[in-house]
């Protein structure tokens, strides 16, 4: 059974930092992509930052150079490392999972932490 089970969000002031954790049982990171995406209020879903199988990133315009993701193989979990928080970067952040070409199965999800950023 696949479970995404995030953690670390809050609420935090305009210019902090929090890191998200997204510990991931049921799956390998040998054939999975992973992703942090956000959803703000009357928005839509949004990818964040990925990580590739072989350990490429790659992140939105609108946090290059503020958010890191990285992952702990023998910890099985994926994070993502926010700095200079904005307010604009208020949502519920959920981890994804999506199998890479050629493996079979479906993408999987968490359940979101809330992340609060206020002015």
């Known amino acids: 059974q696949v479970q995404l089970v995030e953690s670390g969000g809050g609420l935090v002031q305009a210019g902090g930092s929090l890191r998200l954790s997204c510990a991931a049982s049921?799956?390998?990171?040998?054939?999975?992509?992973m992703g942090w995406y956000r959803q703000a209020p009357g928005k839509q879903r949004e990818l964040v930052a990925g990580?590739?199988?072989?350990?490429?990133?790659n992140y939105a315009d609108s946090v290059k150079g503020r958010f890191t993701i990285s992952r702990d193989s023998a910890k099985n979990t994926v994070y993502l490392q926010m700095n200079s928080l904005k307010p604009e970067d208020t949502a519920v952040y959920y981890c994804k999972a999506d199998p890479v070409v050629g493996i079979l199965g479906p993408a999987y999800w968490g359940q979101g932490t809330q992340v609060t950023v206020s002015s």
């Open positions: 990580i590739t199988s072989g350990g490429s990133t």
């Open positions: 049921g799956i390998s990171f040998r054939f999975n992509t």
